[in-house]
């Protein structure tokens, strides 16, 4: 092989590195982890929970028995968390209670608690599972996402922070 064909193989094979490497990596790395924590929702409007207290915040939702127990109280704390840590995006954010008695909204902790209708109850008939979970609603009153709720009621709020904070960036509404 010729000097000057070394060298052109070797520009050839620099080259092309990049390309042959992007391949492999598309068609065989397989990534064994998701990027978010919740779970991603089939687009569905959710519009009972259209609320002039909330409008244009994306929502927090949670359902609690009918008395607050350690549980309940670990949940509230949490997404009191969970809105305090989006930073100047609190205000793009909202947190709904429901199955309460009576209809409060609290401004600065952006909080609505929801008493739990007819209505309110055949719309969210197909959230599955709906007391052991958080669900995000987007300013469109669509789902969004769902969170899980340990047993415990010990919610990890810095990975649905990480989904919340995400999702607000890519957002354009709310």
Known sequence: MKPHQKTLSL????CAA?????????????????????????????????TPELDGQWRVVWQQEAHCDARCTQV????AQ????????????????LNTSVRKFDAAEGLL????TPELSK???????????????????????????????????????QDLMRVLKASKIG
Do not use: C
């Not at 989006?86 to 954010?93: L, P």
């Open 18 to 50: 990049p390309f042959v490497l992007a391949w492999v990596a598309y068609y065989f790395y397989q990534p064994q982890s998701k990027m978010n924590f919740g779970t991603l929702l089939p687009t569905r409007p959710l519009p009972a929970l259209d």
């Open 76 to 79: 509230r704390h949490a997404t």
């Open 82 to 97: 969970l809105r305090t840590m989006t930073g100047r995006d609190r205000t793009r954010v909202g947190r709904v209670v």
């Open 11 to 14: 520009i050839f094979a620099v």
């Open 123 to 161: 719309a969210l008939s197909t959230w599955p599972e709906q007391r052991g979970q958080v669900l995000l609603i987007d300013p469109l009153f669509n789902q969004v996402l769902v969170w899980p709720v340990p047993a415990d009621g010990q919610l990890q709020v810095k990975k649905m922070q």
């Open 113 to 116: 608690e929801l008493p739990m």
